[in-house]
């Protein structure tokens, strides 16, 4: 028996094959320190546990609407629009299990064989891992150190083409952390509005930043209406597990997806939802004391790195 012929052209997550052999090693009674997954090493904030909790004893245990309920894809729209000031209707929020899903579900909708996808390298290994599978071209940005691991505008210019069926952004990046700044997003807005592509918008890491402020490319003219923005509550609200994750579509995707998410995994678990809307709409003290002991790690690492002399100075 074999397997069908495009499985010879996914790849993988090698973190969780780290992951998995760092837990065996745990249970011999090995000490692990875990830098391979990225998840944050801290609780759920106990008051999304406890919505959670609720909503599984008040019998919260059954199906949903396929693109999650409708409270809780306003209170999404409610938060897009706040952190990123756009104006982002529930109708346009699509819930899934996770980040990956909406990568997965919108590279599925729009890609055929052949057609060219811009992304950042390095980058989330899943991105290059579905273009292959889906029989498209991949089409690298490298991301550099002196740019600040930003995008060269240069080089996506040049990489775009009649050709190009989507751009993929990331910012604040996986795996390096580099964050796309406004002016840079007001000159690639200008080069994308003039060509026919959408773009997939990967802003999970979004409240993470130690320094200025998020902007999404969603919120340049005209391109709202073509950019799939996903986001998440692993990293901001420490709920990797949990597996809930969201887009913002635009009109026409979100009839597709809901149908790949029919053809899939059915819905979101009501309960996982109504803790999300906690998170979203709750206090933000362990979030923000997260954040606090995470600046104080990079000053501490970086301060450590700087003074190794073997070592280019650290980037901060």
């Known amino acids: 028996m074999k397997l069908a012929e495009r499985m010879s052209h996914?790849?993988?997550?090698?973190?969780?094959?780290?992951?998995?052999?760092?837990?065996?090693?745990?249970?011999?009674?090995?000490?692990?320190?875990?830098?391979?997954?990225?998840?944050?090493?801290?609780?759920?904030?106990?008051?999304?546990?406890?919505?959670?909790?609720?909503?599984?004893?008040?019998?919260?245990?059954k199906y949903g609407p396929t693109p999650g309920f409708p409270e809780f894809r306003e209170a999404i729209a409610r938060y897009i629009n706040k952190?990123?000031?756009?104006?982002?209707?529930?109708?346009?929020?699509?819930v899934v299990p996770g980040g990956k899903p909406i990568m997965y579900f919108a590279m599925t909708a729009l890609l055929n064989p052949g057609d060219e996808v811009i992304y950042p390298d390095p980058s989330f290994p899943i991105y290059e891992s579905l273009i292959h599978f889906l029989g498209a071209k991949a089409m690298p940005v490298p991301l550099v150190e002196s740019r600040g691991f930003s995008f060269d505008l240069d080089v996506l210019q040049k990489s775009l083409s009649p050709k190009t069926k989507l751009v993929?952004?990331?910012?604040?990046?996986?795996?390096?952390?580099?964050?796309?700044?406004?002016?840079?997003?007001?000159?690639m807005a200008k080069l994308l509005a003039d060509h026919d592509c959408w773009i997939l918008s990967?802003?999970?890491?979004?409240?993470?930043?130690?320094?200025?402020?998020?902007?999404?490319?969603?919120?340049?003219e005209g391109l709202l209406e073509r950019t799939i923005l996903l986001d998440g509550f692993s990293k901001t609200f420490a709920m990797t597990g949990w597996r809930l994750g969201y887009a913002a579509l635009p009109k026409p995707l979100v009839e597709p997806i809901t149908r790949l998410i029919i053809n899939s995994v059915s819905c979101t678990a009501p309960a996982v939802q109504l803790a999300g809307v906690a998170?979203?709409?709750?206090?933000?003290?362990?979030?923000?004391?997260?954040?606090?002991?995470?600046?104080?790690?990079?000053?501490?690492?970086?301060?450590?790195l700087n003074k190794l002399a073997r070592l280019p100075t650290a980037m901060v």
């Open 83 to 94: 952190t990123r000031g756009i104006s982002v209707n529930a109708d346009n929020v699509c």
């Open 202 to 220: 990967d802003e999970v890491y979004s409240e993470m930043l130690y320094a200025g402020a998020h902007d999404t490319i969603a919120s340049h």
């Open 10 to 61: 996914i790849g993988t997550e090698s973190a969780f094959e780290v992951l998995a052999r760092a837990r065996a090693l745990e249970k011999q009674g090995k000490s692990i320190i875990h830098l391979q997954i990225g998840e944050p090493d801290f609780p759920t904030p106990a008051h999304v546990v406890e919505a959670g909790q609720k909503a599984l004893a008040d019998g919260w245990t």
């Open 279 to 304: 998170a979203l709409e709750g206090p933000r003290d362990e979030i923000n004391a997260m954040m606090a002991e995470f600046t104080k790690r990079r000053e501490f690492v970086v301060d450590g």
């Open 168 to 187: 993929i952004l990331n910012s604040p990046a996986n795996p390096t952390g580099g964050i796309v700044p406004r002016e840079l997003n007001v000159q």
